[in-house]
């Protein structure tokens, strides 16, 4: 393979073992854990490091895996004691943790290869030239690292899919029927930090939040099933990712950067064109919706005044404009379209609801 | 200075949210001098038809007037006790601090609040017994408590008009009495009070006029006139159509049936 | 006491510890409204969306001049925040979603464009990359007196407007039946808190900024139940955390400004949270403790 094919594959790879746990985080509202967990690792790995002294050891990844859940922990624990609230919690314990990393780096790390640079901003354009061979098949590192991590999203959310389910919906009801949500919680915030983790050499700490939030969030505008949730978020990061690596190429600048505003760009796009959920078919509905509700008011109007005293006055076209506070124009506009649609008839200058506008403004008032 | 006119005018007004409405042609007219029950199930827009009133929602149609007047033009004449719930009581303020909110409207922008607002404050704080709390930190007081204090700062607004969205929410019974009790002495005093309120059973005793609404306006008049059996039914629709028995069985029981507590 | 009066008799440094102060104090004072009106995140978002706007403004100018990358930035962290908005308003993605979105994309967006400008090979963008954690010592004296001057602007509205914001915060519905536009104050307020993270850019950077705006209120909160009080001392927090971090800083041993302010300023909290009279967990522990003996006792004397 090319180390061009291969940087790509790692792309989709890191794609998609993010979209995987991502899209329970978007369903739980607890995206900015993401944000925290991709942080803190890093001091995880530099504490590990200066345990093993050994950049290429796996207990690095134990160890910053570890840090993402104990964030996690200390996050929950601050809000615990009811004096912080959690949004500040989390904006308490990243920073001070990250910190912590990034002045042990420069200090006592400068000669190894963990700058600030790459902290942020990973380069998978250089993961080719780190091989590793297993089973007597030579791979990129990455390859292996993150094809192990994907692996491991897809056996926790195959095992687990039906409890995920029920504890992302129905926390509730999930623990009374026994499933722990707890263990639930920590399992998926596990799987969270592992994953930020793998993807944090090949896109860097800050851009995994984008590949985790953005194609689920995406694909949260395109579906109401979990399962195809999950199935387009995959499918939207991995394009992105690909285009990511074409818009780099092109511009050339980083891969990981240009990844992750395509994650952005797919995201914009969705949210502007979904058919349900776009921005677009929302303004539409709420222009086409406008014009009903305003046809239902005005014959609600006509039906609350019919039979008092008042109603003579009421109904007439001319006053109605100082009743209802409408312009003329949108009166005569809505009368019109009422008038269409068989709802009520004009006799001069007084409207008459019909039968049928009687029982349609009926039925929009009742509950 | 404005007898021609009704405290409170509301005309056919309806309003929606996100282009459904909630409130459907409302009309609304209450005298000077009464105190007003706005009564419904959950969902009937009661909450909305006040904020709707003080301006906090856009009406889809129709206007309200305070004494003749866009609400606008007449703040000065209306006081305002949100639902207790709607604010974080662990807020750093004091008692006081919260109370004296009540006269930041007539000290318009940039002034600050003097001795002369504190005074004030630690009065309304005197009618609603709590003069000794007033350096409290709002957390540390009781559900009732705190509603008192909403209550007080309504107070210092020295205002005509009154709207109070369920201050009876989450009190005691102690608490509920000094406030009808306060409630009573502003319409003694000529001012008009409207309460968002849950329990039916305590209508008759606490208020002298009613709207009854759902979604529409079902009644609004004198408690005596408006708050009957059939109005009753109609705003609750079936839940409690299956009482028999005389009005007050009846009442009792759809008092429960409103009641969220 | 040599390396005191070094510190401060040395005029560049006395400079930086002057811009740390300032904004320490401004993103202090303003933190407490972010925080009491849970914008904590916000905060968060909105930095990381500052750095496109630098990169940009560098690279539409060719100044580096503060007030030019302090005004691209301002923008672009306002265009994060109403990004925020948009998607929250108009579809169904949730609040932390959208921020978790803005913040990466923006961010990758500013990263993007930094390495286009280092790979082509323009001069003098070598200044821009101080703005991911914030190098005190590159500060020179135009930044001090933009940072200062920009200061005094954002603190001076906030004391203007103190009665207003306080209203808003505590019960906006409140605030609007009073007859405040409810939403022009939200948006001044909000320009603020973006005013107080572009200040502290260059010090503190895009990354951490946020810690500015949290920590020094959070920190505050537990000594005293007012606003005005913890308006004060979180700024004081703020100041000493700022000072504290840049002289460590820029004396100079490779290390980057904002870590060392936002370790200072969260062993701060740290002691607040532990410490403080009345809410500090040491104090709550020893009120349970005392309860549980007197219980014990009572017990004791009417068995």
């Not at chain 1, 192990?148 to 056996?155: D, E, T, Y």
């Not at chain 2, 009790?181 to 005093?189: K, N, S, T, Y």
């Not at chain 3, 940009?56 to 109403?82: K, Y």
């Not at chain 3, 062993?267 to 532990?274: E, F, G, K, Q, R």
Request: proline share 4%; with cysteine.
């Amino acid at each position: 393979m090319s180390p061009h094919v291969e940087i790509q594959l790692i792309a989709v790879l890191v794609a998609a073992a993010c979209a995987l746990p991502g899209t329970f985080l978007v369903l739980r509202r607890t995206a900015m854990v993401s944000d925290a967990i991709s942080h803190t690792m890093l001091f995880g790995i530099v504490i590990s490091y200066f345990v093993v002294r050994d950049l290429a050891s796996p207990w690095l990844m134990v160890g910053a895996t570890l840090t993402g859940v104990l964030t996690v922990w200390l996050v929950e624990l601050l809000t615990r004691t009811r004096r912080v609230h959690e949004d500040a919690a989390i904006g308490l314990v990243f920073p001070l943790l990250f910190s912590l990393a990034v002045i042990m780096i420069s200090r006592f790390a400068g000669n190894v290869h963990l700058d600030n640079d790459a902290v942020l901003l990973g380069e998978i354009g250089f993961a080719p030239f780190d091989r590793l061979t297993l089973l007597g098949i030579e791979l990129p590192r990455a390859m292996w690292v993150l094809g192990g991590i994907l692996s491991a999203n897809l056996l926790f959310i195959g095992v687990c899919y039906k409890e995920l389910q029920l504890s992302t919906f129905d926390a509730g009801l999930a623990a009374a029927l026994g499933f722990s949500p707890a263990l639930l919680h920590y399992g998926l915030m596990t799987l969270v930090s592992l994953t930020a983790v793998g993807a944090f050499d090949a896109v860097g700490a800050i851009l995994v939040i984008a590949l985790m939030i953005g194609p689920p969030a995406a694909a949260y505008l395109l579906t109401d099933r979990l399962s195809h949730m999950i199935g387009l978020g995959v499918a939207i990061g991995s394009l992105s990712a690909l285009a990511g690596y074409w818009l780099a190429r092109l511009l050339d600048t980083t891969i990981a950067g240009a990844m992750a505003t395509m994650v952005g760009v797919s995201f914009a796009l969705v949210f502007v064109l979904a058919p349900q959920r776009g921005v677009i078919a929302l303004l539409r509905r709420r222009a086409r919706q406008r014009w009903i509700v305003a046809q239902q008011m005005l014959a609600a109007h006509l039906l609350q005044h019919e039979g008092t005293p008042a109603a003579a006055d009421e109904s007439r076209l001319s006053t109605l404009g100082e009743h209802l506070r409408w312009s003329p124009e949108f009166i005569g506009a809505v009368v019109h379209r009422a008038e269409e649609a068989g709802m009520l008839q004009r006799e001069g200058d007084t409207l008459r609801l019909t039968e049928r506008g009687r029982a349609l403004a009926a039925a929009a008032m009742t509950r | 200075m404005h007898t021609a006119a009704a405290a409170i005018e509301v005309t056919d007004l309806t309003v929606a949210y996100h282009d459904t409405p909630v409130l459907w042609d409302v009309d609304v007219r209450v005298p000077h001098g009464v105190l007003m029950a706005i009564v419904g199930p959950n969902g009937a827009g009661k909450t909305t038809l006040i904020k709707a009133i003080l301006g906090l929602v856009r009406p889809a149609a129709g206007q309200t007037l305070i004494a003749g007047l866009p609400y606008a033009q007449q703040r000065q004449l209306v006081g305002y006790v949100p639902q207790r719930g709607s604010v974080d009581w662990d807020f750093p303020t004091s008692v006081l601090d919260v109370v004296m909110m009540g006269r930041y409207g007539r000290l318009g922008w940039f002034r600050r609040p003097g001795s002369r607002e504190r005074e004030l404050a630690l009065a309304a704080l005197e009618t609603v017994q709590l003069q000794q709390y007033a350096n409290r930190q709002i957390s540390q007081l009781s559900g009732g408590q705190q509603q008192r204090v909403f209550l007080a700062r309504a107070l210092v607004q020295d205002a005509q008009v009154y709207f109070m969205d369920e201050p009876f929410a989450g009190v005691d019974a102690v608490t509920e009495r000094a406030i009808i009790g306060v409630l009573q002495g502003l319409r003694a005093a000529g001012k008009t009070v409207v309460v968002v309120h849950h329990d039916l059973q305590t209508v008759p005793e606490y208020f002298d006029w009613v709207t009854l609404l759902n979604v529409r306006v079902i009644a609004c008049g004198p408690v005596a006139e408006a708050f009957t059996d059939e109005h009753l039914r109609r705003a609750y629709g079936g839940r409690i159509a299956f009482l028999g028995g005389g009005p007050s069985a009846e009442v009792q029981d759809a008092g429960h049936a409103g009641a969220p507590r | 006491m040599d390396a005191l009066r070094d510190v401060f008799g040395d005029y560049t440094l006395r400079s930086i510890a002057l811009g740390a102060a300032a904004l320490g104090v401004v993103s202090g004072i303003l933190g407490c409204f972010a925080v009491l009106r849970r914008q904590a995140l916000l905060g968060d978002a909105m930095s990381h969306a500052a750095l496109p706007g630098v990169v940009l403004a560098f690279m539409l100018t060719g100044s580096r001049a503060p007030l030019v990358l302090v005004c691209g930035a301002a923008l672009a962290g306002w265009l994060g925040a109403l990004a925020v908005l948009a998607i929250v308003r108009l579809s169904r993605i949730k609040e932390d979603s959208a921020f978790g979105l803005v913040l990466s994309v923006f961010f990758a967006i500013g990263m993007l464009l930094l390495s286009m400008l280092q790979r082509s090979g323009v001069g003098g963008q070598a200044g821009l990359d101080k703005y991911l954690f914030g190098q005190a010592a590159a500060l020179v004296t135009a930044d001090v007196l933009t940072i200062v001057a920009l200061g005094a602007v954002t603190l001076l509205l906030v004391a203007l407007f103190w009665k207003e914001f306080r209203v808003l915060s505590f019960d906006p519905a409140y605030a609007a039946s009073l007859g405040y536009p409810v939403r022009a104050l939200d948006i001044l307020l909000t320009s603020l808190i973006v005013m107080a993270i572009v200040i502290g850019l260059q010090l503190v950077g895009v990354v951490l900024m946020s810690a500015m705006l949290v920590a020094p209120a959070v920190a505050a909160r537990q000594w005293t139940n007012r606003l005005g009080a913890m308006a004060l001392l979180a700024g004081g927090f703020g100041a000493l955390a700022g000072v504290i971090g840049a002289v460590i800083s820029a004396t100079g041993r490779g290390l980057a400004t904002g870590p060392v302010i936002v370790v200072s300023i969260s062993v701060l909290v740290l002691a607040s949270l532990t410490f403080a009279p009345e809410r500090g967990m040491l104090a709550g522990w020893l009120r349970q403790r005392g309860n549980r003996r007197r219980h014990a006792t009572d017990d004791g004397a009417h068995p």
